[in-house]
């Protein structure tokens, strides 16, 4: 049997620290109901009459006009950086900055190592770039 191999870039005291700490840093105590309705309904990214009677504004991409961050791993094989394109190119976003590691999974830009985090290496330029 073999032991526990820490490598990657997530240490794995990391991961302990955040879920078993003193205070809760990972899990929300709760999930509201309505929450999981709206992921249900929007998911497809639709004005459908459901959309419509939950409220829900699923296109107005037209209206949002700040720069856009989007940050994909492995986990979504580029959807993420598609669906952020489309919202920027259907938008009046000034600048968009799309980054990427697939080396990374979906939870590592919660966790890695700094050194080894590109998630809030690539955010932090883009927060430079506000000024």
Known sequence: M????DEGVTPIAR?????????????????PSRLSVDLDVSDAYADTGLARSLGLRLRHAAGLDVPLY????????GTVLDAARRVAAESRVPYAVHASDE???????????????TATRTLAEFVRGLR
């Open 2 to 5: 073999r032991g526990w191999v």
């Open 15 to 31: 991961v302990a620290e955040a879920y078993a700490g003193p205070v809760p840093a990972v899990w929300e105590w709760y999930w």
């Open 103 to 117: 080396g990374m999974n979906h939870l590592d830009p919660l966790f890695a190592a700094t050194a080894r985090n």
């Open 70 to 77: 989007a940050f994909q791993t492995s986990a979504y094989r």
